[in-house]
């Protein structure tokens, strides 16, 4: 099944970009670091994501189409999850924190471009794993997975670009200890660090 990651990975290159280009056209968000942070960010995309045809060698048999009913909103939360326990894993562990996630907390408010500018073991750990593994857990077809991938790819893009009021992922740049997790933020809620 490791086919079902390529069409993943090309789709999430598209819409990404896509995003970020919109975005940063939309409200101005190139600068003079812009060369930097594309840099990183291909850099996770075309070196450390195609790690991932590891694991994709194991994907499980998908379950038919009928179930993106349950299986698209069960993804979302289950990211949320794994988000939030890797992210704040990264915030608590000061070791962590300084060499790792500090480098995705250097643009306060965050920035459309820098999205998915981090350092690669938290590309890895936190960003992929969070919207992979959900995938093989539900066991999601190829139609299913790739809706999730457009989601995901312009949902953290549509998250760092600080341009919707009470933004909470803008908060948790500026505050750094709230909003750890993504979309409904049900971890956050659950364990009361949430913040608007």
């Not at 996770?44 to 009928?66: A, C, M």
Request: with cysteine; charged share 10%.
């Amino acid at each position: 099944m490791s086919s079902i990651m390529f069409h993943l990975f090309y789709v999430h290159i598209l819409f990404y970009w896509l995003s970020v280009a919109f975005y940063s056209y939309m409200y101005k968000q190139w600068s003079e670091d812009s060369p930097k942070v594309i840099k990183q960010v291909l850099i996770n995309q075309f070196i450390f994501t195609p790690l991932y045809i590891i694991p994709f060698q194991f994907y499980p048999e998908p379950i038919s189409t009928y179930n993106i009913i349950w299986q698209l909103p069960a993804i979302v939360v289950l990211t949320d999850i794994i988000f939030y326990i890797c992210h704040r894993y990264f915030h608590l562990n000061k070791t962590l924190y300084t060499l790792v996630h500090l480098k995705h907390h250097e643009y306060d408010p965050p920035i459309a471009p820098a999205a998915l500018y981090a350092h690669p073991i938290e590309h890895i750990f936190i960003n992929l794993s969070s919207t992979v593994f959900p995938m093989f857990i539900v066991r999601a077809n190829l139609t299913v997975a790739i809706i999730w991938t457009i989601i995901s790819s312009v949902n953290v893009v549509i998250a760092h670009s600080a341009t919707w009021p009470n933004d909470p992922h803008t908060a948790h740049h500026k505050y750094k200890k709230c909003n750890y997790g993504v979309g409904p933020l049900l971890m956050d809620r659950l364990f009361n660090t949430f913040r608007t």
